[in-house]
């Protein structure tokens, strides 16, 4: 990053459509710029809640603080449009999942 600037990177696409002669440039920065999940669209927060649970299942270092209440929270909060009942069928299996972690931790504290 030059120094002054929140100037990450500058990405040159180059292309040509099909049947023409003459290729077009699109041209985009990308800046060194933090956002809040909340001002990320419902698809972006429900993809982010779907990725939390895949980690969450694997046990990943990479699940950071998310556990089954806040992925649940951030599903819920952006269902959006949900034609099919998709999302809403994700968020009954991370309850689910919610439950069965709270009963092995019930069954772990016994031993």
Known sequence: ?????????TLKL??????EDV???ITSVV?????SIESASKNFNFSAAVAGFAML?????FKGNNDFSSIEELAVN???????GYRDEFV???KRA????EGLSLLEDKD
């Open 14 to 19: 180059r292309y040509k459509p099909p049947k």
């Open 57 to 61: 299942l694997r046990e990943s270092q």
């Open 78 to 84: 952006s269902l959006g449009k949900d034609l099919y």
């Open 31 to 35: 800046r060194d710029k933090v956002n």
């Open 98 to 101: 919610k439950k069965l972690s």
């Open 1 to 9: 990053m030059a120094k002054n600037s929140d100037e990450l990177l």
């Open 23 to 25: 290729s077009k440039l």
């Open 92 to 94: 009954s299996l991370v």
